[in-house]
T-cell receptor, first 115, second 115 residues
């Protein structure tokens, strides 16, 4: 079985400040990890993924995430938040080495960036 | 071509009616996924196709749910005798190839409301 926890329903930051959206996971074996963003009435947009290699992954719109195997975490970060970053963020996990892409998602974290 | 498209975007059904939801994946994408997203929750896996073969339908909640992808392109998710608990956003995603490391690209979803 695989699961994802996003412990914060809501994250509030001021524009220009760094932001972190937390994600921890549980999966048998090594994981593939993903972050998506969802704007109102739109589908999920891919931000970044960890497959292998460097634990720090850089993605779209200046976002990055760090894979930490010992803490089973994959927190999303951005050095300087923008008001336009306000949205719903989802972390997802998949099992490695399967010929499928069944994703398990967290329940999402609403990020609000205030001017 | 363009991204994943879904139709209709909104569907209101009376309890007991049958509904059909359509997904047009990105052209050439081998894999296609259906997810169900209840209000305030992350997407939950329903089923997965590799070309026309339905390789995993473990997430379908009951035998009232049926999905097909007869020519390996467009897919239809059918819900028979709809119930109020079927109200949700149904998301379709596609990926270029098989394999759990592939990025899934999501459509805008179909919001189903069962009255």
């Amino acid at each position: 079985a695989q699961s994802v926890a996003q412990p914060e329903d809501q994250v509030n930051v001021a524009e220009g400040n760094p932001l972190t959206v937390k994600c921890t996971y549980s999966v048998s074996g090594n994981p593939y990890l993903f972050w998506y963003v969802q704007y109102p009435n739109r589908g999920l947009q891919f931000l970044l993924k960890y497959i292998t290699g460097d634990n720090l992954v850089k993605g779209s719109y200046g976002f990055e995430a760090e894979f930490n195997k010992s803490q089973t975490s994959f927190h999303l970060k951005k050095p300087s938040a923008l008001v336009s970053d306000s949205a719903l963020y989802f972390c997802a996990v998949r099992r490695r080495n399967t010929n499928a892409g069944k994703s398990t998602f967290g329940d999402g974290t609403t990020l609000t960036v205030k001017p | 071509g363009a991204g994943v498209s879904q139709s209709p975007r909104y569907k209101v059904a009376k309890r007991g009616q049958d509904v059909a939801l359509r997904c047009d994946p990105i052209s050439g994408h081998v894999s296609l996924f259906w997810y169900q997203q209840a209000l305030g929750q992350g997407p939950e896996f329903l089923t997965y196709f590799q070309n026309e073969a339905q390789l995993d339908k473990s997430g379908l909640p009951s035998d009232r749910f049926f999905a097909e992808r007869p020519e390996g392109s467009v897919s239809t998710l059918k819900i028979q005798r709809t119930q109020q608990e079927d109200s949700a956003v149904y998301l379709c995603a596609s990926s270029l190839d098989a394999g759990s490391q592939e990025t899934q690209y999501f459509g805008p979803g179909t919001r189903l409301l069962v009255l």
